[in-house]
């Protein structure tokens, strides 16, 4: 639907409006219509060409009208429908009651007559507009139907004049001033008031009358009025059959869900749009599976998702099976069957999975959702209860009118489930803000609230998992402490902790039987399924959860003799959630990270079992191992060393990283030799160990002596010797010292340029290292020079969203800031922020740095208010993501200080 407005350039349209779309407020008009060629069409509009003709009064009068009213949009039949698109004309058609239906105001234009004429008089009563087929619905439809004569003089609207109304045309007067709806009227009386109508083409004596009987049939014109009054009595009898139908499921459907609906639900709108939108589908039953963490929400989801269903589906039956347990399956089960009336639900023979899925599978059982939570036991679906007995995944109901939704933590299970990835839904935690407003409901007193950094610290600790909050709310509701009094009892020793995130709270969203549900033992049931059914992942869980949560090298994991059996361990855990795996570029070999509260959770579970402080010691036992079994001098024995190391090297446990790199160090001397590479890799890792502490001396000490060796040994031109360079460059470069790294960086460029090529990414990286060199001695020029060629060379070789151009562009931005050119520096920084946003994502790291460049940017420019406040955006974030103790968040604070 499009609408037209009145501009100061003339008349306009607006877009042409979906269905699905909302459509602002507009006037409609009602008329009769002159020649063809004297009427406005939608082409004239486009063209500007509609004043010239005869039926622009009617246009104006519908402005003007419109515009007396307050409304800006108005629409009128005979130029909004572009009727050389047959598409569009059919649309229209079969819409137009709802559009007069939808209207603010609707116009009835009658300009033949005297703008003194007498409503009683012959004048009025017999006014060919009473007379016309599609009048009959403008009349209908609109709540406000006003009637206008010649001058835009008003007569009066249809619900003062209603009984005259009647007297015309024979419809009653309650349905005129709408205190009876049109289905209360039998189809032969509807019928009745159109019998003495008339259409200039005999089909549209039908197709008017499609709105009335809220029908739609194809408009074929050409196939005679007869033989379209003969398809719309047709369907208007199949309509009446389908509402006692639908009318029927209403009376019969079953809403067996055993939950209220939760008040304090918060956010999860793009995954509750995702699967209503999957929920039913044509040619195929639906079968959704909602996946995550223990605590995320996943039943919380499907009852809010119910809820808005029930709303907008009233002939549907909705479902709840418990699949806990086999136990609370069958009583689940039998509780459907008997909400059915199912015949036979109460034979004890009888199977009943069967009857149930018999009956749901039927088009008599109508539109029908079944939902099957805590789906977690693989065995519960893949099992036989007796050889030859089927599988309660092949007992489930079938049917484009059956949508089952399944929440489970078991993500093997989820897939033996769907038919399609779109159909798994994997919940993540609610998010920063989601998570404020879950926790604003949730607390008794707001005030609270009010100190954001307490807010932002605690939801960061319980990682916005909806339990852990609802937990925590619970336990500041009851004993009426403070937030920081939270945050201090969270700061306390494991096992306090522990006992903390222990406590008893009534969850709602849970069945009575295990109502009570404190975030430590929610993944009680998951830990032993893992343990029963993969007993390398329950090995592994145990041994990180006393490495500790981040970065886990993969190799420091004890090995296996089955390759697949370690695939498969690491499945398991990644498909509960458990943990996330990537790449640490540190030192090239995958990492593992346990998220926050599992890692917190399992030490407990190996607690209760009394197994904590055998596996406390497993790592220090697996390298005790290998140097009992290959020497405390084997390679491998020195590898997990050095992979344990790297663990507390990317957590910033500088001390222990230090004292097993120097045992490595030591020994690989000794062993293989001061020159060999695998020594000059360890001397190097300590060197950066002290470069990350400050200790620059130490750290120069072991660069010079790695680079010696390398030049001597590889040649001053191999690239590990150019690395070496280029590290004791970045020594010199913190200690300001800056002549010293200029020399090594366009030592280590120049090389480079003639080794592997001017737009070699190592190559780039050393031309990024020497104009940052000259940057930090004020020469923008030479810097400005440098960056741009690296910044451009970037963009060609590796695209202009790569992490590596982006830099490039950061870095010139921040020359350009420096030289006092701030929109060139602006430009570049909002485009690198906006970049790394879309593909790393709001929190990462790198994306905050662009956003504190930018924010001094701002603040150059004299914009401070929007300069500080984007600062605390980022220093936010940095809290969030880094912790408050991370250099780059205290930064953001003493900048904030400085600003404010």
């Not at 839904?425 to 707001?446: A, T």
Request: with cysteine; hydrophobic share 35%; net charge negative.
């Amino acid at each position: 639907m499009r609408l037209l407005q009145w501009t100061r350039r003339g008349l306009k349209f607006t877009k042409n409006f979906l269905p699905t779309e909302k459509i602002p407020k507009y006037a409609i008009l009602s008329h009769r219509w002159d020649r063809d060629e004297d009427e406005v069409t939608y082409k004239d509009v486009c063209d500007g060409r509609y004043r010239d003709k005869p039926g622009y009064e009617k246009l104006a009068f519908c402005a003007n009208r419109a515009r007396n009213d307050h409304l800006q949009y108005f629409w009128v039949d005979t130029c909004c429908i572009d009727k050389s698109n047959q598409a569009e004309l059919q649309e229209a058609i079969i819409s137009m009651f709802a559009w007069y239906k939808a209207s603010t105001r609707c116009y009835v234009y009658m300009p033949d007559l005297s703008s003194s004429v007498n409503i009683e008089g012959d004048a009025f009563r017999e006014h060919s507009w009473f007379t016309r087929g599609w009048t009959l619905q403008e009349l209908i439809a609109p709540v406000s139907v006003e009637f206008f004569a010649k001058d835009g003089v008003r007569l009066g609207d249809k619900n003062a004049l209603a009984t005259q109304i009647q007297d015309i045309t024979g419809i009653p007067i309650s349905l005129l001033r709408g205190t009876s709806e049109l289905s209360s009227f039998d189809t032969e009386e509807r019928f009745r008031w159109a019998e003495k109508r008339q259409t200039t083409r005999g089909e549209d004596a039908a197709y008017c009358l499609m709105g009335i009987f809220g029908i739609s049939i194809t408009a074929l014109y050409g196939e005679k009025k007869d033989e379209a009054n003969r398809r719309l009595r047709a369907e208007v009898a199949a309509s009446k059959q389908r509402q006692e139908v639908w009318r029927k499921r209403v009376e019969n459907r079953v809403w067996q869900v055993p939950f209220e609906r939760n008040p304090c639900f918060t956010g999860r709108t793009d995954e509750l749009k995702t699967v209503r939108r999957q929920l039913f589908t044509k040619h195929r039953t639906a079968k959704i599976v909602i996946t995550g963490l223990g605590g995320v929400g996943k039943t919380n989801f499907v009852i809010e998702l119910l809820y808005h269903l029930r709303e907008e589906y009233p002939d549907c039956s909705f479902l709840w099976i418990s699949a806990t347990t086999d136990e609370s399956l069958s009583q689940a089960y039998h509780k459907a069957a008997q909400a059915l009336r199912i015949p036979g639900w109460d034979d004890k023979e009888a199977d009943i999975k069967q009857l149930v899925q018999d009956h749901i599978s039927s088009e008599e059982a109508g539109r029908t959702v079944l939902v099957f939570d805590n789906a977690d036991d693989i065995s519960m679906w893949v099992s036989r209860a007796a050889p030859g007995a089927r599988r309660l995944l092949d007992s489930l109901p079938k049917g484009d009118h059956v949508s089952i939704l399944v929440t489970t933590r078991n993500n093997e299970l989820a897939h033996k489930l769907i038919s399609s990835p779109q159909c798994l839904v994997e919940l993540p935690d609610v998010g920063e803000h989601d998570s404020k407003e879950l926790l604003r409901k949730l607390l008794v007193n707001k005030d609270l609230l009010n100190n954001d950094e307490e807010v932002v610290e605690l939801l960061q600790w319980l990682t916005h998992l909806p339990l852990a909050i609802v937990q925590a709310a619970n336990y500041i509701n009851q004993r009426a402490c403070s937030l920081q009094t939270y945050l201090e009892l969270l700061d306390d020793q494991e096992e306090n902790v522990v006992e903390l995130l222990s406590h008893d709270f009534e969850d709602h969203a849970r069945l009575e039987s295990d109502g009570k549900n404190p975030i430590a033992t929610t993944w009680l049931v998951s830990f032993k399924q893992i343990r029963d059914n993969d007993t390398l992942a329950a090995y592994y869980l145990s041994f990180m959860a006393c490495v500790d949560s981040k970065d886990i090298p993969l190799s420091l994991l004890p090995p296996d003799p089955s390759r697949k059996k370690v695939v498969d361990a690491l499945g398991t855990l990644q498909g509960y959630s458990f943990i996330t795996r990537q790449s640490a570029q540190q030192f090239g070999d995958a990492a593992i990270t346990i998220h926050r509260l599992v890692h917190l959770a399992t030490r407990n579970w190996l607690r209760m079992e009394g197994q904590l402080p055998r596996w406390a010691g497993t790592v220090t036992e697996v390298m005790e191992t290998r140097k009992t079994k290959l020497g405390v001098d084997h390679p491998s024995t020195l590898t997990s060393m050095a992979n344990l190391a790297s663990t507390f090297w990317n957590q910033g446990r500088w001390e222990e990283a230090e004292k097993l790199e120097v045992q490595v160090m030591e020994t690989s001397k000794t062993k293989l030799g001061v020159d060999h590479p695998s020594t000059l890799t360890s001397i190097a890792n300590l060197a950066s160990t002290f470069w990350n502490q400050g200790r620059w001396e130490e750290a120069e000490k072991l660069d010079v002596q790695v680079m010696e060796t390398r030049k001597t040994k590889l040649g001053v031109d191999h690239p590990s010797t150019l690395t070496s360079i280029a590290n004791l460059a970045s020594t010199f470069w913190n200690q300001g010292r800056w002549e010293e790294a200029e020399k090594l960086d366009v030592q280590v460029m120049e090389t480079r340029k003639t080794k592997l090529g001017v737009d070699h990414p190592d190559t780039l990286t050393s031309m990024a290292n020497l104009a940052s060199t000259f940057w930090n001695q004020g020469r923008w020029e030479e810097a400005e020079k440098l960056f741009v060629q690296v910044m451009e060379t970037s963009k060609t070789k590796l695209g202009v969203d790569h992490p590596d151009t982006l830099t490039s562009m950061a870095n010139l931005a921040s020359t350009y800031r420096n030289q006092g050119r701030w929109e060139e520096a602006e430009k570049l920084e909002v485009q690198v922020m906006e970049t790394r946003k879309t593909k790393l994502g709001v929190d990462h790291p790198s994306t905050l740095t662009s956003m504190a460049n930018l924010a001094l940017t701002w603040k150059c420019q004299g914009r401070h208010i929007k300069a500080l406040a984007l600062m605390k955006d980022c220093a936010l974030a940095r809290q969030r993501t880094l912790g408050p103790k991370h250099p780059d968040f205290v930064s953001s604070i003493a900048t904030i200080e400085e600003w404010s």
